[in-house]
């Protein structure tokens, strides 16, 4: 994807996807928010196809006549830029009980909307954009929102929750991070 | 120059800090005043890192950052120079440049219209002829400029004109700096954009860190990271920490490193790809011939350091580059960028990236630990018990013969508060002496004692 696309917004199709796809996605969102906001993170795992990638660009304040580079580009680094492997140590270190940005919990809430899905030439294979807001609260006082939008690429699968996400690119509504660190998943 | 004077004489300030008996006044991290004294005793007098040559490197590119809490400009000039101003118009105080980066051919303020040239000069008042008296100059209202020096790549300004040279305020930690900026003779090129984020501790916690804090990562701070750097089939059960290495603290200036050596350098950190492209082959052997001259480079492994007061890295191929922008004595925004070998193939300088995102950025699995630790320290500094109970930082106090000889200036064991007290040192001379006659390094009459 050139990053200038990012700007720009989803290319919706002209024809809406059936009421069933639509149903079957966004259910499939609400699943994956609640294994997120409820620590299932080996579920959560399970959900990335062995080829994804996993990237939130950093957004920069820009003058409008550079507006087109916004985002750095593929390869140059961002807040996340992973692969499978890489995840999957994340994960793995999530789950250690030595994590301690996230030890103790967090309390987070996923909220997904916004859902528009475009078929692709691929079979069972598709473009969805959504928005979300990801609150998390932590130790006695500490509260941070997230907003933005995640344009993914979902391949339909046998068994699991129905889908496998094998691109998902989260676009911040932050230029600066505004929380310590960034130990939420999106 | 003289110093406001405040509540903070410079015998309450000399009492923060005991190398002696290795105790902290926490205050140091929370005051209010002092942190206001900070501003204009040490970000105003300091060398501070503002980014790489390559962020600007076509003339009109521009970068806008913060000394202390001023923010700059900092612009490629047509003759390939670099220049810094104050980025605020001397009209209303406005800022003048209000994106991040991008290429200009002049600034012009969006509250008045006064207008700047790439190197600052003020060219453009509107109505100037109808409206302002006819003895109004505009070379008496440029923005304020810093001064610029370049250390292999990294940009660093100074707002004053009394201090030191770059180079002579870098002391003789510059051999340390080259085993990051000085591996190939192509030296090396900034990979992306800044990456900002916002810590609600004081800059000191960090920059201290950095400076001469291994003992974090050799115990509990960092152990989930090792975690996530694992090959699937081992588990935390075969991480040992390594024992041996050393810190070096600069002979002036607060400067200081530490490094493990005689260690593997660590795919749990950055990866098998840029483990072994820091380990061995072509650019390993080229980085060792041109270093060896000044210390066994080959032996060294991971590694961390601050340039005083608030410039920080990691060599070795995490290669994370930051200023800790103090923003009040409570909250920090950490700016990082990621730097490589210019000459690095293409699949390293990726893989690099990448590693870097992974590892040492917000959400990297070991930089997010950090972020946690420094926002409990601080929200606990609140307290009376806590502000007034002195922190311990004894380690290796008066611990003597841990000097290594083969490596350059002083050294001591890599666990050791050495280069804390250093850096509190020295926060403490340019806290409390108001003149470069007795602040500035003395020329050096005597060779370090090894």
Sequence with gaps: MEVKELVKPFKWADSSPSLELQHEIEQFYYKEAQLLDHSEFEAWLGLMDKDIHYWMPIRMNRLGREMAQEYTAIGQGGHYDDTYETMRGRIRARVSGVNWAENPVSRTRHLISNVMINETEEPNTYEVVSSFIVYRNRSENQADIFPGERRDVLRRSEGGLGFKIARRTILIDQSTLLSNNLSVFF | MSFNTGNWT???????????????????????????????????????????????????????????????????????????????CRHRGMRICRADCGNAKAFTCTYHGWAYDTAGKLVNVPFEEEAFPSDFKKEDWGPLQARVEIYKGLVFANWDPEAPDLLTYLSDATPYMDTMLDRSEAGTEVIGT??????????????????????????????????????????????????????????????????YLDTAR???????????????????????????????????????MTIFPNCSFLPYGMNTVRTWHPKGPNQIEVWAFVIVDKDAPQEIKDELARQNVRTFSAGGVYEQDDGENWVEIQNALRGYKSKTAPLAMQMGLNVQGKNNPEFPGQTSYVFSEDV???????????????SWDTLRPQPATTATVK
């Excluded at chain 2, 501003?39 to 950052?65: A, C, I, M, N, Q």
């Excluded at chain 2, 900002?196 to 003992?215: H, L, R, S, T």
């Excluded at chain 2, 804390?420 to 108001?434: D, I, P, Q, T």
Aim: net charge negative; hydrophobic share 35%; with cysteine.
């Design chain 2, 194 to 259: 800044m990456q900002k984020w916002v810590i609600p501790c004081n800059w000191k916690f960090a920059a201290e860190q950095f400076a001469g804090d291994m003992y974090h990562a050799a115990t509990t701070s960092h152990l989930a990271a090792v975690v996530a750097g694992l090959p699937e089939d081992q588990d935390l059960s075969v991480f040992q920490p390594h024992m041996k290495g050393h810190q070096f603290l600069s002979e002036w200036g607060g400067h200081g490193c530490g490094f």
């Design chain 2, 420 to 434: 804390a007290r250093g850096f509190y040192s020295h926060w403490v001379r340019m806290m409390s002496e108001s």
């Design chain 2, 266 to 304: 660590g795919s749990v950190r950055v990866g098998p790809l840029v483990d072994k492209y820091y380990s061995e082959g072509p650019a390993f052997e080229k980085a060792k011939e041109r270093l060896e001259s000044k210390m066994p480079y080959h032996r060294m492994g991971a590694s961390h």
């Design chain 2, 10 to 88: 410079s015998a309450s300030i000399h009492s923060l800090v005991d190398t002696e008996q290795g105790k902290i006044d926490p205050r140091i991290y929370t005051d209010q005043e002092l942190y206001e004294l900070e501003l204009e005793r040490v970000f105003g007098r300091s060398w501070l890192l503002l980014g790489h040559e390559s962020h600007v490197p076509k003339k009109g590119d521009y970068l806008t950052t913060y000394m202390g809490e001023d923010p700059v400009v900092m612009v490629r000039q047509r003759d390939g120079s670099i220049k810094v101003f104050h980025n605020q």
